[in-house]
């Protein structure tokens, strides 16, 4: 097998190549006949995977999904650092005024004219959204959409909404290459224009209860607490250089109550971070998530609750726990390989299996930790960082192609082919990786 520093090389080059794909996919027309319907891609939408498929068995993932969409155009910033895309600010761009126009959608249209329900197959109008639902999308709204088609169209199919973390996931993602590129007037204008909405949305909704990250359950979200107060904090930054200090002072003051209010998500007798306060009261089963593992990374900063908090690392030590007892593919495992590991216990989406974001995003803790580390400490993260990515070596097939999932029991791909998030952690990651060995041998 051929050295682990080589293959991370070889695979960082796939992802970045393979990612793009999903970027501004003009070239690809999907159908959905259920619907009625069929959709191009405008310039500056990000699929959360170009494969079109149907639920047969594979997901349709043909749209743009306002947070992994985010993930996506932040990582390929690591990219363009590495000379790998020459074209990744044109990209950006066009993600910029993707978005920006989003802002005028509005589902009132479509209830006026409903004419488009007389294409929709019998068997899938149970499928539809209620006129009431889409009568409310316009506005702020439109930001707790979850996705919308690459065409730039609201998505008619019911789905779990509201969500909140996709307009403070973009506004981070925008404000960082904002302050590390040198944008010409006229982008720098539609960036202002974007993060303002952005910030305002995040202002407004950031403690409101909406969906989790995996859609699912309504409640308070640790992960969405953690990335919009990430997102206030640096935009309080910004509108501070944009001479508004008292916008700037009012993110700050709704960041601070949110990572107050994540304080109370400890459970010091269970020893890790609770992800979620559902909005009925009740005890949720998913609380133990790898989501508030991902949340550290997404809001990237060294506030509390960030990779260097060692309650952050028992919450990852309870889900190595957790998924090394759960997954048959992390039993008898060789010495140097990490647990893979998957989303919450119990879960039963396709093979409710090992996820590559989420062994990378633990792979990307412990790199990030090291950075923060002196030795032995710093080597010993970076050990454990390298066994995660062993476990993403051995389940990756040798052409690098990355799956949502990778099954529990038999390590096969399931799930959404070529997932463009799992590309992206992968980017990151390795990044991490990179940052991390360099601080660890500084140039002489």
């Known amino acids: 097998m051929e050295p682990l520093e080589r293959w991370a090389g070889e695979q960082y080059r796939h992802a970045a190549s393979a990612m793009l794909a999903s970027i501004s996919p003009v070239a690809i027309v999907k159908h959905r006949p259920g619907f009625g319907r069929s959709f ?16 047969d068995p594979d997901p349709d993932y043909f749209y743009h999904w306002y947070r992994d969409s985010a993930i996506v155009i932040d990582a390929l910033r690591h990219v363009a650092d590495d000379g790998l895309e020459p074209r990744a600010l044109e990209h950006f761009a066009d993600f910029v005024r993707f978005s920006l126009a989003l802002a005028s959608l509005d589902g009132r249209r479509l209830v006026e004219a409903p004419a488009w329900r007389t294409a929709v197959r019998e068997d899938f109008a149970r499928f539809l959204r209620p006129d009431d639902e889409l009568a409310a999308v316009h506005g702020e709204a ?35 290459w904002a302050r590390s590129r040198r944008l010409d007037p006229g982008l720098a204008t539609a960036v202002a224009t974007l993060l303002r909405a952005d910030l305002a949305f995040t202002l407004a909704r950031g403690r409101l209860p909406c969906f ?20 206030l904090e640096e935009g309080a930054e910004w509108l501070e250089l944009e001479g508004e200090p008292r916008a700037a002072a009012e993110c700050r003051e709704e960041a601070a109550r949110q990572l107050a209010e994540l304080d109370g ?37 060294d506030a509390r609750h960030s990779v260097g908090d060692p309650r952050m690392h028992a919450t990852l030590e309870r889900l190595d726990a957790l998924f090394d007892a759960r997954y048959p593919i992390n039993h008898d495992r060789p010495a140097e390989r990490g647990p893979a590991m998957g989303r919450y216990a119990e879960d039963r989406y396709y093979s409710g299996g090992a996820y590559y974001f989420s062994t990378l995003g633990a792979a990307e803790l412990c790199f990030r930790a090291a950075a923060l580390s002196c030795a ?43 997932l463009a998030w799992s590309y992206a952690a992968c980017i990151t990651c390795l990044s991490a990786r990179n940052a991390a060995l360099r601080r660890a041998r500084p140039p002489s």
């Not at 989790?212 to 997102?231: K, P, S």
């Not at 009261?281 to 949340?295: H, M």
Request: aromatic letters at 8%.
């Open 212 to 231: 989790d990250i995996w859609e699912e359950e309504l409640g308070l979200h640790y992960y969405t607490l953690r990335v919009a107060a990430a997102a």
């Open 265 to 301: 998500y400890w459970l010091p007798d269970a020893r890790f971070y609770r992800s979620r306060v559902l909005a009925s009261g009740q005890r949720s089963t998913k609380e133990l998530d790898i989501s508030v593992i991902l949340a550290s990374l997404h809001a990237a900063d």
């Open 376 to 418: 032995p400490s710093s080597l010993a993260w970076m050990r454990r960082g390298d066994a995660y990515l062993e476990t993403v070596r051995a389940f990756t097939p040798a052409a690098g192609n990355l799956s949502e999932q990778f099954d529990r029991a038999t390590g096969e791909q399931t799930s959404a082919k070529h």
């Open 40 to 55: 191009g891609a405008r310039r500056g939408a990000i699929v959360a995977s170009p494969v079109c498929a149907d639920y």
């Open 142 to 176: 439109v930001g707790a959409e979850t996705r919308v088609n690459p065409d730039g169209t609201l998505d008619i199919s019911k789905w779990a909404r509201p969500q909140h973390d996709g307009p403070a996931l973009r506004a981070l993602a925008v404000l960082r």
